[in-house]
């Protein structure tokens, strides 16, 4: 905690209290952001403002949804695969899913072995990370494909209510695009850390002090928090 300031008589200022006392009292220590990452501590607010975008659409597709007076297509029916003549509900995305999900273990796994400072094993839980994700794109581009094929459209369906193909066109291809660019950034932090980069300090982009690999945990952030929204995409827009 931090020292209370004193007056000029080396008596203790009261501190202010409620919300102000708690910015009070964290502005004036350094410990709460010594030695933070400059990219992690970006990444972190990057974060907090795609939080808002991606509950922005949320809410919208909630309200649209229990305001629109025209029935509702039925996900389960709509996002159906027809495998050895039978219509299973939601297979393709439960695969998706489970891709993405075990994405974020492998990705603990690089950041671990980054921490240890083990190229070779960060390289390869990089990569393989970047691999499953590049898998639930090609997977999320054949939904889209599937679904086109059928005639939807942002402005229209032919199950009922028309905002359900704008709907899931923003949501789902807002995250799909940040699983794009992660899958990017994944490969190049990769190949760094293959050539030794961040063990040499090579100059150039997403390098960082040598001998850290503070860059392998930032992505790590970027991506388990990819991860998590599609858990509340898929609870919300496929379960529902």
Do not use: C
Not at 40 to 67: E, H, N, P, Q
Not at 69 to 95: K, R
Not at 189 to 206: M, S
């Amino acid at each position: 905690m931090a020292q209370p300031a004193l007056t000029s008589t080396g008596e203790a200022l009261p501190r202010p209290e409620g919300l102000q006392g708690i910015v009070a009292d964290w502005s004036s220590d350094q410990r709460a952001f010594k030695n933070v990452p400059w990219g992690k501590a970006m990444m972190w607010i990057f974060l907090l403002s795609d939080t808002f975008i991606f509950s922005s659409f949320l809410i919208s597709y909630m309200t649209v949804r229990i305001s629109t007076t025209v029935p509702w297509p039925n996900p389960s029916e709509v996002f159906a695969l027809t495998i050895g003549g039978q219509s299973i509900p939601l297979i393709l995305i439960a695969i998706m899913t489970f891709i993405l999900i075990s994405s974020s273990g492998t990705m603990v796994l690089a950041v671990n072995y980054g921490y240890r400072r083990d190229r070779v094993k960060t390289f390869v839980f990089l990569l393989l990370t970047a691999a499953l994700g590049a898998t639930f794109v090609g997977m999320q581009a054949f939904e889209w494909t599937k679904l086109i094929m059928e005639g939807v459209r942002p402005w229209g369906n032919p199950w009922g209510a028309p905002q359900f193909g704008s709907s899931f066109f923003m949501i789902t291809g807002f995250h799909g695009t940040h699983v794009t660019f992660g899958v990017i950034f994944l490969i190049i932090v990769a190949i760094k850390v293959w050539r030794g980069d961040l063990d040499n300090q090579r100059p150039g982009f997403l390098t960082g002090r040598k001998g850290n690999y503070e860059i392998v945990e930032t992505m790590g952030l970027y991506w388990h928090f990819v991860d998590l929204v599609w858990v509340f995409i898929f609870a919300l827009f496929y379960l529902w």
